[in-house]
């Protein structure tokens, strides 16, 4: 039998799978492709510390997604925003180095291109595209984090699952590597809540659960279940990046 081999992603894959990054000029493009590393990040792996000196921003391509996390004192944690392939993380808002608020963990593994944040502020500098990107980026990320607090406030748990699971298949596919008690974590609920919800929604059969999985089986039915919220933070996006992050004037 025939082993099939598969290449690993390589920096094309990067500019033309990350939607920030396939937006970069070719001038631009040339800048950062001798000084960017590609990385494939674990899950669970903590790529920000709170209080510690970001010096590097990671653009997710692929399945990848990364969780922007607040961690209380009593030890309970919740998501505020998320990052797949349309973004960034680290270095957006901050101009050079700054310590990290957030903690920031790989929810789903898969590969990012690195770039020193040395690198990413000299591009700044050279490029009023890189600028203006990166200030329209920052607005949908604060955008994503308002509407993440309105939502946890006011809406139900199955709407709040039912938003956070269409903007994992948008990034991750219909396949999520990803634990129920996982999620509880990200949602800021009980793993017995995070439960009865997965039930109800694989009983409508929008959904399917095993050890470790989640399977998206209807999309539109999620959709009929999530609250406003999602439709209003990827309306954002294509209003101040672009649909496909392509148009940045």
């Known amino acids: 039998m025939t082993e099939i081999r598969y290449a690993p992603p390589s920096i094309g894959d990067a500019f033309s799978?990350?939607?920030?990054?396939?937006?970069?000029?070719?001038?631009?493009?040339?800048?950062?492709?001798?000084?960017?590393?590609?990385v494939d990040l674990d899950l669970g792996m903590t790529v920000l510390r709170r209080g510690v000196d970001v010096d590097h921003s990671l653009f997710p391509f692929g399945p990848t997604m990364i969780s922007m996390v607040v961690?209380?004192?009593?030890?309970?944690?919740?998501?505020?925003?998320?990052?797949?392939?349309?973004?960034?993380?680290?270095?957006?808002?901050?101009?050079?180095?700054?310590?990290?608020?957030?903690?920031?963990?790989?929810?789903?593994?898969?590969?990012?291109?690195?770039?020193?944040?040395?690198?990413?502020?000299?591009?700044?500098?050279?490029?009023?595209?890189?600028?203006?990107?990166?200030?329209?980026?920052?607005?949908?990320?604060?955008a994503q984090i308002m509407q993440t607090v309105a939502c946890n406030s006011f809406h139900a748990i199955e709407a709040?699952?039912?938003?956070?699971?269409?903007t994992a298949q948008d990034r991750a596919g219909d396949r999520l590597e990803l634990t129920q008690e996982s999620l509880a974590g990200l949602l800021g609920v009980q793993r017995t809540t995070v439960n009865a919800v997965a039930r109800e929604l694989q009983d409508e059969g929008l959904i399917t659960t095993r050890r470790g999985i989640i399977e998206v089986h209807d999309r539109g039915g999620l959709e009929r279940?999530?609250?406003?919220?999602?439709?209003?933070?990827?309306?954002?996006?294509?209003?101040?990046?672009?649909?496909?992050?392509?148009?940045?004037a």
């Open 71 to 142: 961690d209380l004192d009593d030890g309970r944690s919740v998501e505020v925003a998320s990052i797949g392939r349309e973004g960034a993380v680290g270095g957006i808002i901050s101009c050079g180095r700054a310590p990290a608020f957030t903690r920031a963990e790989v929810i789903v593994a898969g590969p990012a291109a690195k770039v020193p944040m040395a690198v990413i502020e000299e591009a700044k500098s050279r490029s009023a595209h890189l600028r203006n990107l990166y200030c329209r980026y920052a607005d949908y990320l604060l």
């Open 17 to 38: 799978g990350n939607r920030l990054l396939s937006t970069f000029p070719n001038e631009l493009r040339q800048l950062l492709e001798s000084r960017l590393q590609m």
């Open 225 to 248: 279940r999530a609250c406003e919220c999602y439709d209003r933070v990827e309306h954002f996006f294509g209003d101040i990046v672009g649909p496909k992050g392509i148009g940045i």
């Open 160 to 166: 709040r699952a039912a938003r956070w699971l269409l």
